[in-house]
């Protein structure tokens, strides 16, 4: 997020300036994250596991491993640590039974899931059982990770793509995530007209005319289509 010179070893105060205005955005995505109600996206991230009918991991891809990972924090700023048994997660044993058991009768119709939400977002666990080869004695379980990330953390990761300032970027991260224009001056501690002007500002560079458009054009693959060079 800032770049510096190796032989730098102080701050400069627009170092200073910039660390300070996404410490408050983040800050922002953390509070908005730890409602009750926390809107998704639609788009999903997802890794493959294989399991032993223990739920112990024998296989993970790497997206695995960091969604797990993810999956196993209960809030924002816990620390996580690699999830080498699946047991931590409540309800993953009766999912292997059920797929052992449906696959024991007859093949089985539909993945059983097991949803998980934490500050993170939300996590679909879906399992089925794999085909015994080369002579495997103990059946073996793969099961796909999925996750929807909480829609403050998709707008954070996105905006930086639109070319726009430090400040603006805050601005624009809140004015997106729905706040009105008086609760975010009072959050940056800026006054009402300024944070007009920033919007204004904003919405001339990327050429729109809405919240609505704004983030659309955050989310839309092919939004930086619109954006004006200047």
């Not at 793969?142 to 909480?150: A, K, S, T, V």
């Not at 500002?201 to 704004?214: E, F, V, W």
């Amino acid at each position: 997020m800032v770049h510096r010179k190796r032989p730098n070893k102080t701050f400069s105060e627009s170092d200073l300036l910039h660390l300070n205005l996404i410490a408050k955005t983040i800050a922002r995505g953390i509070e908005h994250a730890s409602t009750d109600e926390v809107s998704m996206t639609d788009g999903w991230s997802q890794g493959l596991i294989v399991s032993d009918k223990n739920a112990e991991l024998q296989y993970a891809c790497p997206m695995a491993e960091k969604l797990l990972a993810l999956a196993s924090s209960r809030s924002f700023g816990t620390k996580k640590e690699d999830v080498q048994q699946l047991q931590s997660f409540n309800g993953i044993q009766t999912l292997i039974d059920t797929i052992i058991r449906q696959n024991k009768n007859k093949p089985q119709e539909s993945d059983p899931t097991l949803t998980i939400s934490n500050a993170w977002g939300n996590f679909q666990i879906k399992g089925f059982l794999l085909q015994k080869k080369l002579g495997v004695n103990q059946p073996l379980i793969g099961i796909n990770i999925r996750w929807q990330e909480p829609f403050v953390l998709t707008l954070f990761h996105r905006i930086k793509m639109l070319n726009l300032t430090p400040r603006q970027e805050t601005v624009g991260l809140l004015y997106a995530a729905g706040d009105p224009y008086q609760v975010i001056a009072e959050k940056l501690g800026l006054s009402l007209y300024t944070i007009k002007d920033h919007i204004k500002n904003i919405s001339t560079r990327l050429n729109i005319g809405s919240r609505a458009d704004l983030i659309q054009l955050i989310l839309c693959v092919n939004g930086s289509n619109k954006i004006q060079s200047h």
